[in-house]
């Protein structure tokens, strides 16, 4: 039992790619690019967020120290980090309505024998189209933030 | 708790949080973006009893959905019982640490 154990542990790693299979961009499709997207965006707008909390608590030392944080983000960079913000946060929301309908085998099709080439039903066009759709949403809400940040209004 | 039931917890918390931060967001556009940031506004804003419960449940349902999400992909990098405890006691304190410090913004501001 403890020999099983430590072969088990020897191989605790083994055939596992861990952050670097995540970050190869060899043998990419339309589902790994999507899944990859995902983490990407869940980790950048998490970032944002905490960020966006303590940001917010200069509320709390009144109006110069809400006027001193503004001069920091009311910037081009700032301006271009905030579209950021926006067009990933429009591709997690669509792709993730996307992955709700895929966990409730929505737009799976049906399963059938798996033939030669060997296609996966679930990776079907209505699938593949909401990733689509999720990546030109966010390139249009970018590019109306855009208009609205340096709209000069 | 059963792994099922927390990824459904994940599943409501992200379309919640996707419909009460829309609200948040129409409140910047509908007034022009560089006069719904000025001080006054702001405040006035957290002093709407609604407009702060609102912004409560974003940080509650945004903490929750977020750090989960944290879980999950620590979690698919590796997988031992010493790791998912030490993760599961890391998102789990960095969550409540935010929502602790955003709620205390709430408060003082709209006090």
Redesign the interface.
Same mark, same amino acid.
């Given at each position: 039992m403890e020999a099983f154990k430590d072969k088990q542990d020897s191989n605790k790693w083994s055939n596992r790619e861990g952050l670097k299979g995540w970050l190869n961009p060899t043998r990419y499709g339309w589902e790994r690019l999507s899944y990859w997207l995902m983490r990407l965006t869940g980790l950048f707008l998490l970032l944002y967020f905490v960020g966006h909390v303590y940001e917010t608590s200069n509320l709390v030392g009144g109006l110069d120290a809400w006027n001193a944080m503004l001069e920091l983000t009311q910037t081009t960079y700032g301006h271009i980090f905030l579209i950021l913000v926006i067009g990933t946060s429009t591709f997690h929301s669509i792709n993730g309505i996307r992955l709700i309908f895929a966990e409730t085998a929505r737009g799976l099709g049906k399963p059938g024998r798996p033939d030669y080439p060997y296609e996966a039903g679930s990776l079907n066009n209505i699938q593949r189209s909401g990733i689509w759709v999720a990546l030109i949403l966010a390139a249009a809400a970018m590019l109306y933030g855009s208009s609205v940040l340096f709209g000069g209004e | 708790m059963r792994e099922s039931t927390v990824?459904k917890i994940h *599943?409501v918390t992200?379309?919640a949080a996707?419909l009460t @931060?829309a609200v948040h967001v129409m409140m910047r556009?509908i007034t022009? +973006?560089?006069m719904s940031?000025e *001080?006054e506004n702001? @405040?006035a804003n !957290?002093q709407n009893i609604l407009y702060s419960l609102l912004l409560e449940s974003i940080?509650i349902l945004?903490?929750i959905h $977020? +750090?989960n999400? =944290?879980r999950v992909?620590l979690l698919e =990098?590796?997988q031992?019982a010493k790791w998912e405890k030490f993760v599961m006691l890391f998102t789990l304190t960095a969550m409540l640490v @935010?929502i602790g !410090? $955003?709620t205390?913004?709430i408060i003082? @501001?709209s006090g």
């Open positions: - | 990824m *599943y992200g379309l996707l @931060v556009v022009p +973006f560089s940031l *001080y702001v @405040v !957290y940080l945004v903490s $977020g +750090f999400g =944290l992909m =990098l590796r031992d @935010v !410090y $955003g205390r913004t003082i @501001v």
